[in-house]
């Protein structure tokens, strides 16, 4: 089992040796080889996502990322910002279904913004699919605008599609995970506007005929929106599209408490995937102890379950930090009165105790 550890920029390097540390304490034998990335490999190499990175993350069953971007580098070309680097991945790898589970955990309902009957229990996985939609859809660009009311005006415009097998494939990673949950697909659209959208719709609707076990509704994403903050433990798995997704994940991250919790995993159809937290290189505190190593660590967990088929190792570490919480300890973004302050070393000590 070879893992390419990534560790980038901001807090990245102390979130990802937190989870290091928790994968060592398994007892399980893994190959671990780090490179630089983002804007630490434009420091090292002069580009975020340099070909040793590349060959490493190729290589390997699967790679635990940080987080890459710092302010310093938002004068570069477009080309060589740290972000390019997880655009770089997703595509040579060919990751184009994205895991965001929001699962607010007990001990921390009365940091969501929630209500907290609302929130008790939530366990939501939204699968967004992270190759097409509107952002890579082509063509696009600036113009004169050739037509309508606004003729010969400067206009912009990007064009949103999806191929049937892109969305059979995103269907069926719905599904599948589904089966292992609460069997209930939620798929968002926007059917009655967009012929993208309905196509999305028409071909969901079709590969749910191979899961007659796992019960299927459309739902259109402004009232996907809206459900998520009226009753989100409704929802099971959400499948949409990647504008969609990108959207409705961070919506989603919010019901939880922090988003130094999420975990997130991106998969291809070999089951290679890479693991980061859900949010940034947060440089405002990188450097000082404050990071929530927790997201980082949850997303080694799903990586042994997705991509190195080690679920029971999965669930030691998600007990292990269910434990940690149940005892009280807190990095500053997920503190309350009464619990007890701890560092990101700390926290993922803990960690380690508690396996
Ligand atoms: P990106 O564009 O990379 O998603 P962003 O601008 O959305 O970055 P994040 O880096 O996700 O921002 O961070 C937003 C804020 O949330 C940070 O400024 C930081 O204070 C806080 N934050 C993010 N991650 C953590 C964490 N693991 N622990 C504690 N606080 C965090
Ligand atoms: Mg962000």
Request: net charge negative.
């Amino acid at each position: 089992m070879k893992i390419a550890i990534l560790p980038g920029d901001g807090i990245g390097p102390e979130i990802v040796a937190e989870a290091v540390k928790v994968l060592k304490a398994l007892g399980l034998t893994f190959e671990m080889q780090s490179a630089p990335v983002g804007g630490a490999a434009y420091e090292a190499a002069g580009h975020p996502l340099p070909p040793a990175t590349l060959e490493l993350a190729q290589s390997a069953d699967a790679i635990l990322f940080g987080a890459v971007g710092d302010w310093k580098y938002d004068k570069l070309e477009r080309a060589l910002r740290p972000e390019q680097a997880i655009l770089g991945l997703r595509k040579a790898l060919g990751l184009f279904a994205n895991f965001r589970p929001a699962i607010c955990h007990e001990q921390l309902v009365g940091a969501s913004s929630l209500k907290p009957e609302l929130v008790a229990g939530l366990d939501i996985l939204i699968v967004r699919e992270l190759t097409g939609d509107i952002y890579f859809g082509q063509p696009r660009g600036r113009r004169k605008a050739p037509d309508g009311p606004f003729a010969g005006a400067d206009e912009a415009f990007d064009t949103m599609r999806y191929a049937r097998p892109e969305i059979e494939r995103i269907a069926r990673v719905a599904f599948e995970a589904a089966r292992q949950r609460k069997r209930r697909v939620t798929s968002v659209d926007k059917a009655n506007v967009l012929e993208t959208f309905q196509f999305w719709k028409d071909v969901v609707s079709e590969v749910h005929q191979d899961y007659p076990d796992v019960q299927l509704d459309h739902m259109y994403v402004d009232n996907a929106a809206m459900q998520l903050v009226k009753e989100p433990k409704k929802f099971d798995v959400i499948v949409t599209g990647n504008m969609f997704g990108d959207i409705l994940s961070d919506e989603a991250s919010m019901l939880t408490g922090s988003i130094g919790m999420l975990p997130s995993a991106s998969l291809n159809e070999k089951k290679q995937g890479l693991y980061e937290p859900s949010h940034g290189s947060a440089p405002d505190i990188a450097g000082k102890g404050l990071a929530n190593p927790l997201a980082t660590i949850l997303s080694a967990a799903m990586m042994l379950r997705f991509s190195l088929n080690q679920p029971e190792a999965a669930e030691r570490i998600e007990a292990a930090v269910g434990r940690v919480l149940a005892q009280g300890l807190r990095t500053p973004d997920i503190w309350s009165e009464g619990t007890s302050s701890v560092n990101t070393a700390e926290m993922g000590d803990a960690v380690v105790r508690a396996l």
